[in-house]
């Protein structure tokens, strides 16, 4: 029996649960609970004069109202700002209800408790709040004005100003033998996951214990911000990440408004109390992400060779920054991809506006990023007459340069040093996978038919798998399962079968008699949380080493049992064995039941393991001084620095010389994860990420009117792509192992999103003969883009 | 002020269920809160993303846009109703699986409802047929790719069974 698991695309265990709707999700938790919801401002700006609640009382089944003057101690103090940098040195978060000032529509004023959702909107809809509106920040010019402010103290608007610079980048520029300077923007989209946010809070008013679950990427973190908050113990917290419908970044963010207010009201009523986001608050109440806009001065030699390149953007970062300014580090530091930028400069400015806040979204900076570079790398090639292939080639760090230090500091506050990649060779791949050298005729043909088409290709560099660390702890149990649990969270990323995969492959078992669970603090406490890519690497590996540690205990004790050397036995099938002996050997349930010396047994296995049956002779311990009972163990995995992940997208698209609709005709993807525990679930990830960057591309943005109102906030009016707007999207893999981690592995999750952008305007471009720089573009944006090319007046 | 309650009556998969509950409570609710079942998710709540799709006397509705009493006397299917007789995996749901058309699995519900219907009138579609029949369900975490696998394998198991059968 073959136990070989990692790299074999099995089908996923969750999925049985899941297609049959025995899925547990927030909401479909906690049937008897009270329902909260929340009155939140309709004005962008405005001074709160006052909350009148009184029309809200007689409503039946009303429980509850809270106002900002119902909460004190830690309850009354801004949210904490997560991750503190030195250059956000305005950095300012949000009461959990507005505290006098609103600053963005949807921020909470008012909290209801009653027995049903429904009698909950009847009584915030008879709650009168009188606002002094005011004149809102809205977009980024407004807030590079400042002519008016989002934070009283903050005059200019500017959250945070950060430059990160390696050689002198303005110096090369202006020495080069030739120059560009180029514009690009990048529009406002949201995570948008199927399922909203939501919170579920019981209070054991006699245990003196709290356990809430919410819909969160991180639960062990919400534990401690919660405990924190509310001033209970840790220790009696527990925070569960039920099944979760989706989060691509937006439920990173925490601890939540709604989070710590429903845990809050939970204990205050001594009652079960849960929230369930509704789609308009997502759109107005979560986060968004991706408005910047970029000028880029490059100078080049005639070979399209970068010799300096030099970017300042602005970064448009809502309200509040409680998530601090990764986006945008992330942005300055993965711009520069897969090439060799000379020298580099990087300038950001991170602003304040009258809108949702702005936390990572699948890719997070990254799409801009790869957006900016590729594009600035297309104008080159179009500059000097030289193949956009060409240029790119030109400029690749090559596999020999590997490990390859930019000497710039990464989102994790490490060195951004690329561990490895062949980017030379995913490119030429990508290419044969589109037909690259053979476009030309197709192209023609084309023509022939009074068609446009164009072809455009993007690479890219992700960062994955940051740090600090995570844990799994690994257990066999009596019955031979083996029960696995890491404190990552899981949105759908299929951990249940990829990290059984792992354990079963090290232990040497079958995957069937794995179990996992994941983002419980009740069974695993510490972690960081899944976002960035690194779900697979960071407890992947940690999986793999507590199963290791696990499967060294099992051949000790085995040898022990068997009289024999542990280095002769191996593991297989759930048996362990000596080798070329096949007659001896014990089943790993029975090591278990070893591995446990007792004194009462539970069961007929358990009668082997009792003091009269059993024992390392009458003078030594039981249990060895370094030793535990029980065939089971926990450990970490902590990268020094983050590993590389990479690839290059080619895309063919239509225009439509009448409409100026696109539509795609081919999508190719090759990527490079190092190695994959499970191709299918990779090739998954891939498909979603492409279709989360065509919609980013297309159709996605959150249109916000000059008064801050959110004028699409519904998903008739947010257009995400169905089936008709997705390509077909066609694979291919390298697999350059990661030499900083034992699986050799690296992340997955965005790479899908990140160029997608960048290819598609490179594709569009070159369809029509003119320069895209702007994200999305629609039908009548290429239209009007078409008129001022024609009229010479697009740049 | 206390809302007047409605007696109603709904065959849920195959099931009578009676339910006292106020005119206004949309049958998405209905079936998740009054009757436990809940399989049937509620993604945006205006009718655009098909993740409450469930099947009314047969045809594919959005229950987040009906109210409960006006659907008295119908037989609803949900995702729950739509296992195998034996109580196994039914063929769109084995073939979600086989495909890998799902991942985080919230509108997965919606789909599979939506396919069951579509596929008793289209036993044998092609790629571009079956893409159409999910155009109105909304996934964010897919790339549809894999479900319009899934639907493609749904009818071939269908078509199996049929075959099986006679």
Known sequence: ?????????????????LVTGEGRYLDDLGGGALAAAFVRSPHAAARVVDVDVSGALEVEGLVAVYTYEDLEGPMAEPLPLLIPHPSLHAGRTAYPLANGVVRHVGEPVAMVVARDRYLAEDACERIAVTYE??????????????????????????????????????????????????????????????EGRGVYARWDAADRSLRVYSSTQTSTSVRFALAARLGVPV??????????????????????????????AAIRLGQEVKWTEDRREHFVASAHERGQRHHVSVGFDDEGRLLGLAVEFVHDNGAYTPYGIIVPIITATQLLGPYKPGAYRAEFRSLYTNTVIVTPYR??????????????????????????????????????????????????????????GDYPATLDKVKKLVGWDEFGAFRAEAHRDGRRVGIGLACYVEGTGVGPYEGAHVRVETNGTVVVATGLTTQGQGHETAFAQVAAETLGVPVERVTVVTGDTRRFKYAVGTFASRAAVMSGNAVALAAGKVRA??????????????????????????????????ALETVAVLANPLRYAFDEQTKLATQFAVGRGVDAPPVADDDEPGLEATDWYSPVRSTFANGAHAVVVETDPETAEVRIL???????????????????????????????????????????????????????????EVPKVETGHLETLSPLNPLGIKGAGEAGTIPAAAALAAAISDAEGLFVDTMPISPSELWALRERHARKEDR | MSE??????????????????????????????????????????????????????????????????????????????????GGGLGPVQQAFQDCHGLQCGFCTPGFVTTI???????????????????????????????????????????????????
Request: hydrophobic letters at 40%; one cysteine or more; glycine letters at 10%.
């Open chain 1, 363 to 420: 890719g997070a900076g990254r799409p801009q990023a790869a957006f900016v570079m590729e594009r600035t790398l297309d104008a080159i090639a179009a500059y000097l007459g030289r193949g956009r292939a060409e240029v790119r080639e030109t400029n690749f760090i090559q596999p020999h340069e590997m490990p390859y230090d930019h000497h710039l500091t990464f989102q994790d506050g490490r060195p951004l040093i690329y561990d490895s």
């Open chain 2, 116 to 166: 069951t219907a579509w596929l008793r009138d289209h036993p044998d579609p092609s790629e571009e047929q079956a893409r159409q029949a999910i155009g109105g369900n909304l996934c964010r975490c897919t790339g549809y790719q894999n479900i319009v696998a899934s639907v493609l394998r749904a009818a071939e198991l269908l078509r199996n069974q049929e075959e099986a059968a006679r």
């Open chain 1, 235 to 264: 220790d009696r917290v527990e925070v569960v990440a039920p099944d979760v419908g989706g989060g691509f970044g937006v439920k990173i963010m925490h601890p939540w408004p709604e989070e710590v207010l429903v845990a809050w």
């Open chain 1, 1 to 17: 029996m073959t136990t070989r698991t990692v790299g074999e695309p099995i089908a996923r265990r969750e999925d049985p649960r």
């Open chain 1, 666 to 724: 081919r999508y190719c993807v090759v990527h490079d994860c190092g190695r994959l525990i499970n191709p299918r679930i990779v090739e998954g990830q891939v498909h979603g990420g492409v279709a989360q960057g065509v919609g980013g591309a297309l159709y996605e943005r959150m249109v916000y009117d000059e008064n801050g109102q959110l004028l699409n906030a519904s998903f008739m009016d947010f257009l995400m792509p169905y089936a008709s």
């Open chain 1, 133 to 194: 509106p005011l004149r809102p920040v809205v977009g980024l010019d407004a807030a590079v004005a400042a002519e008016r402010t989002v934070h009283d103290d903050v005059p200019d608007n500017v959250a945070a100003h950060m430059v990160q610079e390696h050689g002198d980048a303005r110096g090369a520029v202006a020495a080069a033998p030739h120059r560009l300077k180029l514009d690009f923007t990048v529009e406002r989209s949201a995570s948008m996951p199927l």
């Open chain 1, 553 to 586: 205990k099992a051949l000790r004790i085995a040898a022990e049992a068997l009289e024999a050397d542990p280095d002769d036995l191996e593991v297989a099938g759930g048996t362990v064995r000596v080798k070329g002996a096949p007659d001896r050997e014990i």
């Open chain 2, 4 to 85: 007047p309650l409605h007696e109603t009556r709904l065959v849920v998969n195959g099931v009578p269920r009676t339910v006292a509950v106020p005119a206004r409570r949309l049958l998405s609710d209905c079936l998740r809160h009054d009757l436990g079942l809940t399989g049937t998710h509620v993604g945006c709540e205006h009718g655009v993303c098909g993740a409450c799709t469930v099947l009314v006397d047969g045809r594919p509705m959005r229950s987040c846009l009906l109210f409960a009493v006006g659907v008295d006397g119908a037989e609803i299917t949900t995702v729950e109703g739509c296992r195998s007789p």
